[in-house]
C-alpha cells in the first residue's frame, strides 16, 4: 500500500535503525475521517554505547507535528522496552506488531512476529476490558457524544473476543465486523468516514449502545473463560536471543 511521502520522510529520519514501522490508530482500525492524523508506531535499536552509558537511554522517542497540512504522530519504543511489553498483557504493542499497514520492515521483523505469538494469551483480556470502561466511562461523560468514542468501544471489545476465540490479533473493526454483524457498528463507520475527525453522533439511541456494551462485555468474559490461550507467555527465551542478536549487530 502507497502512504504519503511525508509519512516515509519521517520514518526515514529517526535517529536509529526502526526494526520495523506501522500504522495505528483509526487508519488500522478501519475508520479514518478524511481528516484523522496518522498514528505511527514502532521499534528503534539503540546501539550498545548509548545501552551501557550512564546517560539515560532513549526508550522512547515521540513526535507530533503537522508536515504540510499532514497531521502526524510517533511513537517508537527501543527493542528490549517493546520485548519487556510484548511479554506482559499490552494490547496495544500486539496490534502495532501485526499491523497489516506497514512502512518499514526487516527479516528480524518478520522473525519477531513469529515469535510474538508466543507471547499472546488469556490475560490479554484484561487488556481490553480496561481499554473498554475507561472509553466507556469518558463517552458516557460526553455532551455531545461523538462518534469516535464509541467506535473505539466496540473495535476494543470485538477484538478482545475475537482474540479469545482465534488467538489472531485483528484490530480492523471492518473485517471484525463482517464476523459478529453489528449492524449499529456499519452505520457508525459510515458516518465517521464520510465526517469529521470530531463528529458528533447522530444516534439517539444512546441505550442500544449502552445495551451492546454490557453484551459485548459479557461475551469477551465467556470467550476469556472458553479460551485454549495459555496462562503466561512461553516466547521469553526467543525474544531474548533475538534481543542481543540484533543489538550486537548494531555495535
Not at 110 to 118: M, Q, S
Not at 170 to 177: D, G, Q
Not at 197 to 219: A, F
Amino acid at each position: 500500500m502507497q502512504w504519503d511521502n511525508k509519512i516515509h520522510k519521517v520514518i526515514a529520519e529517526q535517529p536509529y535503525p526502526l526494526l520495523f514501522a506501522s500504522i495505528s490508530g483509526a487508519h488500522l482500525y478501519g475508520f479514518p475521517s478524511p481528516d484523522s492524523d496518522y498514528d505511527l508506531r514502532g521499534v528503534h535499536v539503540l546501539p550498545v554505547k548509548e545501552v551501557v552509558s550512564l546517560n539515560e537511554p532513549r526508550e522512547t522517542i515521540e513526535l507530533s507535528e503537522i508536515r504540510d497540512g499532514l497531521e502526524l504522530d510517533l511513537v517508537t519504543h527501543d527493542i528490549k522496552k517493546f520485548f519487556s511489553l510484548l511479554l506482559k498483557k499490552n494490547g496495544y504493542v500486539l496490534e502495532q506488531l501485526y499491523s497489516p499497514l506497514v512502512l518499514e520492515t526487516t527479516s528480524e521483523y518478520e522473525e519477531l512476529k513469529e515469535i510474538a505469538k508466543g507471547c499472546i494469551t488469556r490475560h490479554h483480556a484484561h487488556h481490553y476490558f480496561s481499554f473498554s470502561d475507561t472509553e466507556w466511562r469518558l463517552f458516557e461523560k460526553e455532551e455531545p457524544r461523538r462518534v469516535k468514542p464509541l467506535l473505539y468501544i466496540y473495535r476494543v471489545l470485538l477484538t478482545g473476543i475475537h482474540l479469545m476465540q482465534t488467538g489472531e490479533v485483528e484490530a480492523n473493526l471492518v473485517k471484525l465486523n463482517e464476523k459478529f454483524r453489528l449492524p449499529q457498528v456499519d452505520h457508525l463507520i459510515a458516518y465517521k468516514l464520510s465526517g469529521k475527525e470530531k463528529g458528533v453522533l447522530s444516534d439517539s439511541n444512546i441505550e442500544l449502545h449502552r445495551n451492546e456494551y454490557q453484551r459485548l462485555r459479557q461475551e469477551l468474559k465467556l470467550a476469556e473463560e472458553k479460551t485454549n490461550l495459555p496462562e503466561s507467555p512461553s516466547a521469553r527465551p526467543a525474544l531474548n536471543d533475538l534481543l542481543v542478536r540484533v543489538r550486537m549487530a548494531n555495535l
